[in-house]
């Protein structure tokens, strides 16, 4: 029981504490001598194996814990070796995320434990060439003669090196059992020991409503299927590494998908394809009515929602207007979602160009022309600058620092969902890797038209357009501000007049 306890307490901490860099952490497991919980959350460097041999040195046992979206593969290979060779068990806790080079260095533990709705996903070696992941034999070699070490058989080694590089294959327990991996499930243990003198008690047990209290339950259940609603969407417009976990967590293991059964590892799947198709996603709600049913604690929602996608590698955006269908089940506490399904009624597309000019010029207005750059860098790319504060969003950074300028000469401007129809975002000197933060997020003007753009910029100009509210905050309006290479200052606000098409600069 008290490891079972153990392994709870990795998992909350996981949950509750993950890091935003690679974060390895020791902690002694109380009455068990000699044993401690490794937790591993963070993108695996080069430099981590080392950080994890100096972690674990004085342990002869202990467990590993891992939340992870990959990283260095030598690393994830070097971690899983010291694993192996010390008989460490090894964890990714139910409703957590552990990919390629994480997965790697997981398939090292003596005993492979998998939490329920833990995402466990493998593919290809690969090296990055130019922003664009590329196979590469000698890192498969590596990868190969690590998994036959491990003692896994030739159809596990297909298994786990078979996705390209781009994608994902995502482990269950039945291809676990199929293809020669040993795998045991971990579930979070629901006893609790009993509480010492002194310490405070837990919660009672829920006590069933009376009928006469059942009003008050559906008008509960309502509140909360709203909310759910209302997360999901929040977190579906976050980058995917954020949105998988969350997905993983609230979709039930079988999902009426579109009107047919499907499992969770293939409703996951579909969702990350869809993702990579569309790195940027907004999301907003017209309306919708709930209607739920305090007798199973069920919720059906139906709507139109408004959506925009983009893909910059594409060069293309596509917004529209669908009718969705939702089934939410709270029967176990937390939210599952129980049916899906969605239907087009409005779908545009055009290049992402063409949504810079989206809002009509007004001669009267500050003109991109008005504040030109001095000159336009070509020269290659530096490494961005990271720091403590931009760890978190080191992906979509260094992603963005190779890409040519597309904002005032030598600058890429990046921006990315921060909740539903809310951006943030940030600006990348290509010269120097310096980062500068935009300074708001800006929000809530989708309604308005779906074609417009939330954020306007050109290459050859220091002229930037934020159209909607600045942190949340009114008024509603176009709010120009142009940027000297470390601020962006403010010029003038244009107040909504319902139509952000007459409150642009175009010229």
């Not at 434990?113 to 593919?123: E, R």
């Not at 293809?179 to 009993?194: C, K, M, N, Q, W």
């Not at 837990?202 to 909360?224: D, F, H, K």
């Amino acid at each position: 029981m008290r490891l079972a306890l153990a392994f709870l307490a990795c998992y909350c901490a996981l949950n509750y504490g993950m890091a935003r860099a690679a974060e390895i952490k020791a902690t002694p497991i109380s009455g068990l001598p000699d044993t401690a919980l490794i937790t591993v959350s963070g993108v695996l460097e080069s430099s981590d194996a080392e950080r994890f041999r100096a972690a674990v040195a004085m342990y002869p046992k202990a467990i590993v814990a891992f939340q992870s979206t990959g990283g260095s593969l030598i690393a994830g290979i070097d971690i899983g070796t010291q694993i192996r060779f010390r008989n460490y068990t090894a964890l990714v806790p139910s409703g957590t995320l552990c990919a390629s080079a994480c997965a790697t260095a997981w398939l090292g533990g003596t005993k492979r434990l998998m939490g329920s709705g833990a995402l466990i996903g493998f593919h290809a070696a690969y090296i990055d060439q130019n922003g664009q992941a590329t196979e590469t034999g000698v890192g498969n070699a590596l990868l190969g003669a690590y998994l036959n070490k491990l003692g896994l058989p030739d159809r596990a080694i297909v298994f786990i090196t078979q996705a390209h590089p781009n994608e994902l294959t995502w482990l269950t327990m039945a291809d676990a059992a199929r293809e020669g991996i040993d795998v045991a499930l971990f579930t979070v243990p629901t006893e609790a020991p009993s509480a010492a003198p002194g310490s405070i008690a837990g919660p009672a047990p829920p006590v069933s409503p009376a009928p006469s209290s059942l009003p008050s339950v559906t008008t509960s259940l309502e509140q909360r299927a709203s909310a759910s609603l209302t997360e999901m969407l929040s977190r579906l417009s976050q980058s995917t590494s954020l949105a998988l976990p969350y997905l993983s967590s609230v979709y039930a293991d079988e999902v009426m998908y579109y009107g047919k059964p499907t499992r969770k590892q293939e409703v996951l799947q579909d969702n990350m394809k869809y993702m990579d198709r569309w790195p940027e996603r907004t999301y907003g709600i017209i309306k919708d009515t709930v209607d739920c049913n305090s007798a199973d604690l069920t919720c059906l929602i139906n709507g139109q929602m408004r959506w925009s996608a983009r893909s910059t590698a594409r060069n293309i955006e596509a917004y529209g207007t669908s009718d969705f269908l939702y089934k939410f089940g709270f029967s176990s506490g937390s939210p599952q979602l129980l049916s899906q399904s969605s239907h087009v009624v409005t779908r545009s597309r055009r290049p992402i160009e063409a949504a810079i000019g989206a809002l009509a010029p007004s001669a009267s207005l500050p003109q991109y022309r008005d504040y030109p750059v001095a000159r336009t860098y070509h020269g290659a790319n530096a490494p961005v600058a990271l720091t403590k504060q931009t760890m978190q969003f080191q992906t979509r950074l260094r992603v963005a620092a190779k890409e040519e300028p597309n904002f005032a000469g030598n600058y890429v401007l990046e921006y990315w969902g921060c909740g539903t129809t809310c951006l943030m975002g940030a600006v990348i000197d290509v010269a120097t890797g310096e980062i500068t933060w935009l300074p708001f997020t800006i929000c809530c003007a989708m309604s308005v038209d779906p074609g417009f753009q939330a954020i306007n910029f050109k290459p050859n100009s220091r002229l930037v357009v934020f159209a909607g509210l600045r942190n949340e905050q009114q008024p509603m309006g176009a709010h120009f501000y142009w940027f000297d290479g470390r601020e962006f200052h403010f010029i003038t606000t244009v107040l909504d007049d319902g139509s952000f098409g007459k409150h642009s600069a175009t010229k």
